[in-house]
Nanobody
Framework: QVQLVEFGGGLVQPGGSLRLSCAAS????????MGWYRQAPGKQRELVAT???????KYADSGKGRFSISRDNAKNTVYLQMNSLKPEDTAVYYC???????????WGQGTQVTVSS
């Protein structure tokens, strides 16, 4: 049974910080590129950041300089550190696992992040 479970969402004021976690089970975690995506009401799901098994990371322009993705293969967990949060960061954040050669991705259930004063 494959599971990706996100933790750490919540309400934060503009300028604040939040760290999201995604714990994976049922997969060979170290073989997967992990990612964070988000979806705001009325908008399409968009990439936030990805990180390969070797630690190569990519960021959408929206999060560059503010967000940082990391992973702990020993804990089967990927993190998203979000600093200097803005109201436009408000969205449901989803964890993603993608393996080269595999025809499908795994997705978490999502965690709500609300940035508001």
């Amino acid at each position: 049974q494959v599971q990706l479970v996100e933790f750490g969402g919540g309400l934060v004021q503009p300028g604040g910080s939040l760290r999201l976690s995604c714990a994976a089970s049922g997969i060979s975690f170290s073989f997967y590129t992990m990612g964070w995506y988000r979806q705001a009401p009325g908008k399409q799901r968009e990439l936030v950041a990805t990180i390969t098994s070797g630690g190569w990371s990519k960021y959408a322009d929206s999060g560059k300089g503010r967000f940082s993705i990391s992973r702990d293969n020993a804990k089967n967990t990927v993190y998203l550190q979000m600093n200097s949060l803005k109201p436009e960061d408000t969205a449901v954040y989803y964890c993603n696992a993608d393996r080269t050669g595999q025809e499908f991705d795994y997705w978490g259930q999502g965690t709500q992040v609300t940035v508001s004063s």
